[in-house]
């Protein structure tokens, strides 16, 4: 059975998620770690931890389906996730996944920059904006397929 890691990836947090074809995604805590280095362990120990087959990668475009500004980034850290773990990578539309994630943790818009770093610093977002776009990808393929309890075998 195939098991995804979710990931929301930024510069600072990668926020993680996982689930199977059973057809839920879970948040996990985000990766925090102060150094890209030690963000790429944290998702290789994740990796071997969980046993995952596929990563599926929020790919940031916009609402018009054209690039944005950090689409390049996320496509240089997903050059790397496939040279570093040798697994199939799934892009998934992220553009409304940190607004569906903010509203799942019925947070209020930060009043003030203070405020707003405050409110990310946790990853809380970051990871359920992961578990987001992995439960998006898992909708997508149907999740998992019931054995038939008619069929012969």
């Not at 570093?84 to 943790?105: G, I, N, Q, T, Y």
């Not at 405020?115 to 909708?139: K, P, T, Y």
Request: net charge negative.
């Amino acid at each position: 059975m195939p098991v995804y890691l979710g990931i929301d990836y930024g510069e600072r947090r990668i926020g993680l998620s996982h689930g199977d074809d059973l057809g839920f995604a879970f948040a996990l805590p985000a990766a925090l770690e102060p150094e890209p280095e030690a963000r790429l362990a944290r998702l290789a120990r994740e990796i071997e931890h969980r046993r995952v087959t596929d990563l599926v990668v929020g790919y940031p475009l916009r609402l018009d389906g054209s690039r944005s500004r950090t689409t390049d980034a996320v496509d240089r850290f997903i050059a790397d996730l496939e040279r570093r773990f040798r697994l199939p990578v799934h892009r998934v539309d992220e553009s409304l996944s940190s607004a569906a994630a903010e509203d799942a943790l019925g947070r209020r818009k930060p009043r003030s920059a203070q405020e707003r770093r405050s409110q990310q610093r946790d990853g809380q977002v970051d990871s359920r904006a992961a578990q987001v776009i992995l439960q998006d990808f898992l909708d997508s393929r149907g999740g998992a397929a019931l054995p038939d309890p008619d069929a012969q075998g």
